[in-house]
C-alpha cells in the first residue's frame, strides 16, 4: 500500500482507549492532557524521558530514571543538540537490573 507524502509510518499502533489510559498513566498525567506528550525509551526498552506538550525542547530535567553516578558522556555537551544529548547521557547511565540489593 502506498504511503501518502508527509504522513508518519507506524509498525506498532495503539488506538483503544485502554491503550490511551495506560500510556497517560505512564507519563503521569491526565488522559485528556497526554495529546503532544512525547516518551522516550532506552535501547532496553526502559521508559526513560517523558516531554509534556509545549516544553522548549529536551533537557535532563525531562528524565525520568537517573543513576546516583556522575557519569557524563565524554565530549562538549554544548556541541550536540538536547535530543542526542540526552540519548548519549541515557545511554551512560543505563537501567540496572538490582535484585537482593546487588545490581545484577
Given amino acids: 500500500m502506498a504511503q501518502a507524502a508527509g504522513t508518519a509510518r507506524a509498525d506498532c499502533i495503539a488506538s483503544t482507549p485502554d491503550a490511551w489510559l495506560a500510556f497517560a498513566t505512564i507519563a ?3 488522559p485528556d492532557a497526554l495529546g503532544g506528550t512525547q516518551l522516550l525509551a532506552d535501547r532496553r526498552g526502559w521508559l526513560r524521558a ?13 528524565l525520568l530514571c537517573r543513576s546516583d553516578a556522575t557519569a557524563r558522556p565524554a565530549g562538549s555537551a554544548a556541541n550536540r ?3 542526542t544529548a540526552l540519548l548519549l547521557r541515557v545511554d551512560t547511565e543505563p537501567v540496572r537490573d538490582v535484585q537482593a540489593g546487588l545490581p545484577h
Fill in 28 to 30: 503521569g498525567v491526565a
Fill in 50 to 62: 517523558r516531554a509534556l506538550p509545549g516544553s522548549a525542547g529536551w533537557s535532563d530535567a525531562d
Fill in 81 to 83: 543538540d538536547p535530543l
